[in-house]
Nanobody, 120 residues
Framework: VQLQASGGGLVQAGGSLRLSCAASGNIFRLDYMGWYRQTPGKQRELVATITSGENTNYVDSVKGRFTISSDNAKNTVYLQMNSLKPEDTAVYYC???????????????WGQGTLVTVSS
């Protein structure tokens, strides 16, 4: 399974971006999708998650500004980012957890990262 993230870029403070991440390969079921971010010298931080039942969770710093959604038929997760702040600048990584086949164990999958830069 490979994850391909896209949608990063440079935006001014207050602007918006939409990240997308599509999974390809043999997939039986995806149970959990999310977005993490990382800046130099810091640990990777959980930004938002969504389950197959569409339960969502957000880190406090993005609540009310970011929205995570998914299209299970397309094995794709999105992150709509509004009212962006310079402190949102980071490399954003998508993450999925699921099964390739019915009787195999669940595995973790990561995208390659997409850079979001918010200028002040």
């Amino acid at each position: 399974v490979q994850l391909q993230a896209s949608g990063g870029g440079l935006v001014q403070a207050g602007g918006s971006l939409r990240l997308s991440c599509a999974a390809s390969g043999n997939i039986f079921r995806l149970d959990y999708m999310g977005w993490y971010r990382q800046t130099p010298g810091k640990q990777r931080e959980l930004v938002a998650t969504i389950t197959s039942g569409e339960n969502t969770n957000y880190v406090d710093s993005v609540k009310g500004r970011f929205t995570i959604s998914s299209d299970n038929a397309k094995n794709t997760v999105y992150l709509q980012m509004n009212s962006l702040k310079p402190e949102d600048t980071a490399v954003y990584y998508c993450y999925m957890r699921g099964k390739r086949f019915r009787y195999t164990a669940s595995s973790d999958y990561w995208g390659q990262g997409t850079l979001v830069t918010v200028s002040s």
